[in-house]
């Protein structure tokens, strides 16, 4: 999701983002599950979800 107005951002101040780029995993109700994960984290972290 992008726009364009970084920290203007009503959903950057909402998810408390405070690097960009951000990264989140969000469940099916909407809840943030996950942040800013990359690499084996990520992927170890998306492993473990859909088990």
């Not at 101040?13 to 984290?41: E, H, N, R, W």
Request: hydrophobic letters at 35%; charged letters at 30%; proline letters at 4%.
């Amino acid at each position: 999701m992008s726009d364009l107005k970084a920290s203007d951002s009503d959903v950057y101040k909402q998810y408390g983002i405070t690097t960009i780029p951000a990264s989140f995993l969000i469940d099916p109700d909407g809840k943030v599950i996950a942040k800013d994960l990359k690499g084996d984290a990520l992927k170890n972290k998306i492993h473990e979800i859909v088990k």
